[in-house]
């Protein structure tokens, strides 16, 4: 049959992808050398791991519709670029919060708060360890084997955050043959009964090729409130790879959102863990790809507790000829009984040539349990632009209106009115050509 592979094509095939991830994981190793991760308890841990993970076999089903082939030939350096108070206060968003800021992930002291409020704020010591991956795979163990200055931040018991805690991660580009690669590693612990809202912003210092490695694991804690918003605006030449893990305690409240609208290539992974009775959790997502930009999203949300609910909605806007990917999975486990989980994807194409794969998985192991998931693609609703236009509006604008209340169901949920305007000026800026 035509367009199908002998076996002699697939042996040649898996042979080739076997030679180019042998030579990528070199390159990562004198990576791991020059960060001197062998010092460091956790990184060397992780760096083992990904060695016996290893990189993506040929057509591994997790990788089918994310290309490796750019990532895998770069070579790559690690970026040291000085960003001055001006430079930063230019990229920063303007809210009142308590700032850490990292630059191609070192901690810059002099850019970031001095009085951080309740939060306590450390560098990982060489012989500490953090928790282990919910669901690992092998950039997460790059990023934690990488990351010249993971940081630790501490909210202890019924202390309430009045000011949101501020991630600010700048990355560098340069001219050459090397691409600088920048890891970001925070771990966030709120102790019982606390509240706190953060923001996790990533940027570009220029408009150069660069690549990110970014992983935020946060434990709350019993009766706890945690609110995470996360903004990605990184430039159409940078590669985005986060992990993002939240362990929820009983009686707890978490808000976790993501507005994934830069990069030319982006795979965030968000996953997470029920352990306490009657916990709330609200997981989504909005990717918005433009030109020939790909986005993949992926969710695992482990149930195992009773009582619990969660709410997940994933949004894509694909426009151009860029492609979108959505991989979720919710899995109960035997003792969580009275689950109530739903999962949601919805897709606005408005390329020609724009794409989405989208798959929702429902993993249930115990009786007495409410689960859903659902995915809907579709274009602009032409009744609807009609509607708009006989009340004399504009197509261009007609349009916009139609998107932008398309995302306004995640966007209504930022408290921040700073950060709220930021998150639309981005969605307005990638809609300015539709």
């Avoid at 057509?59 to 290309?67: I, K, L, M, S």
């Avoid at 202890?156 to 043959?177: C, E, F, M, R």
């Amino acid at each position: 049959m035509a367009g199908l592979l002998t076996n002699s094509e697939k042996s040649g095939k898996r042979s080739q992808v076997a030679a180019l991830n042998e030579q990528a994981m070199a390159r990562f190793a004198t990576l791991f050398n020059i960060r001197s991760g062998a010092k460091s308890h956790h990184a060397a841990a992780h760096w083992e791991k990904a060695n016996q993970v290893g990189l993506p076999e040929f057509r591994h089903e997790d990788w089918h519709y994310t290309p490796l082939q750019t990532v895998l030939n770069t070579q790559y350096s690690f970026a040291e670029q000085n960003i001055d108070e001006k430079e930063c206060e230019g990229l920063a968003l303007p809210i009142d919060a308590y700032r850490i800021v990292l630059v191609d992930g070192r901690y810059s002291s002099t850019l970031s708060s001095v009085d951080m409020g309740p939060f306590q704020v450390a560098l990982l010591d060489n012989q500490d360890m953090l928790p282990d991956a919910v669901n690992s795979e092998i950039f997460l163990h790059l990023t934690e084997s990488l990351a010249q200055q993971p940081i630790v931040i501490h909210l202890a018991a019924n202390q309430i955050a009045q000011k949101p805690l501020y991630l600010l991660n700048i990355s560098s580009g340069h001219d050459g043959t090397e691409v600088n690669t920048s890891q970001y590693r925070y771990h966030i612990t709120l102790d019982t009964n606390s509240k706190a809202q953060v923001i996790e912003h990533f940027v570009s210092f220029n408009d150069k090729a660069h690549f990110t490695g970014s992983r935020l694991t946060v434990e709350v804690g019993d009766n706890a409130q945690y609110r995470h918003f996360k903004l990605n605006n990184e430039n159409n030449q940078a590669q985005h790879f986060a992990h993002n893990d939240i362990v929820v305690g009983r009686d707890s409240q978490v808000l976790s959102s993501s507005f994934l609208l830069g990069a030319k290539l982006t795979r965030n992974h968000s996953s997470a863990q029920l352990e306490g009775e009657s916990a709330n959790l609200s997981l989504n997502s909005l990717l918005l790809p433009k030109d020939a930009e790909i986005a993949d999203t992926r969710t695992y949300l482990e149930h195992n507790a009773g009582h619990c609910t969660s709410r997940q909605l994933h949004k894509v806007i694909a426009m151009d000829s860029s492609k979108a990917v959505f991989n979720g999975v919710i899995k109960v486990s035997p003792n969580a009984l009275k689950t109530d989980g739903q999962m949601s994807n919805n897709t606005l194409l408005l390329g020609e040539k724009s794409e989405i794969d989208t798959k929702p998985q429902l993993e249930i192991y115990a009786d007495d349990v409410k689960c859903g998931h659902g995915a809907t693609v579709g274009r602009i609703d032409d009744e609807q632009l009609f509607y708009l236009r006989s009340r004399g509006i504009d197509g261009k604008a007609a349009k916009h209106m139609i998107i932008i209340a398309f995302a306004a169901e995640l966007t209504e949920s930022i408290e921040s009115e700073e950060l709220k305007q930021a998150v639309m000026a981005s969605i307005r800026q990638r809609l300015a050509e539709v």
